[in-house]
């Protein structure tokens, strides 16, 4: 039960590199979008068969990132150059990606066990076991993507960016392109799905084809559980930093969660339903929570 948690917290962290670039979609522009199910798996196929080929780890997490942000960059320029909706746009390169990671893999899944790992490299140099390695360096890659986030947003051009989805009319007459802030922003955020998947890759040894089925869903549901928490937690999660810090905490929630119901004897094929229960949950806590306060307040004589 142990190394089941702990291998569920390792892969949390991972995944909430994954989460951070969903938030940024989601929430600052209020796009769900779909595009990041085929650049997390595009970015362990590429990852895969750039190690598999002989490059080093961290490059090829690297070459991950970018093809990633490649792929983000399609999704945006069919979204804002074609005004195609931001739904549909994810869709279809989702869509295509699949056909595009099975023609780079050259096969359904490519192994990695004879080839070495940023993780294993560092179990070796360390002593720590796998799962250990796995979860110091995906705390350290989370805390500087979420540094690295926080310093962006606020620059002049990130600050545009999370004003486009506040209020894009107000921001394109301000001047403000709202096309490239959008191309930027699903760059990024598909950027962030590609180098997770890289190291998700990298974690379980292997890329399959399938490996970025329901990220959409994943992501979703850390975001809303890292703000549930945030909302239960007194003094409440406000700024943009401990957003983000909470988005990374939801997706290690969201697999204990996981790891916890199969441990207690959950059939492995009913993890969707399980998925869609936890978003529903998690979504449901804060209006039921908001409508408790209301009455609580009008009992009282209170103004709302």
Known sequence: MLLALQGAVSQGILWGVMTLGVYITFKLLDIADMSVDGTLALGG????????GGMDPKLALLLALLAG???GGVTGILHAAFDIPSILAGILTMISLWSINLHIMGKSNVPLLAHPTIFSQFAAATGLSQTMATTVIGLVIAVVLVALLYWFFGTEIGAALRATGNNEHMVRALGVDTRMTK???LMISNGLAGFAGGLVCQSQKYADIGMGTGTIVIGLAAIVIGEVLGQLTPGKLRSFGSRLVAAVVGTVIYFLIRAIVLQMGMDANDMKLLSAIIV???LSIPVLVGRARTRALWSKGGEV
């Open 45 to 52: 196929c590429v990852c895969a068969v750039a190690v598999t």
């Open 69 to 71: 942000a490649a792929a």
């Open 183 to 185: 191309l930027l922003a």
């Open 280 to 282: 529903a949950v998690a």
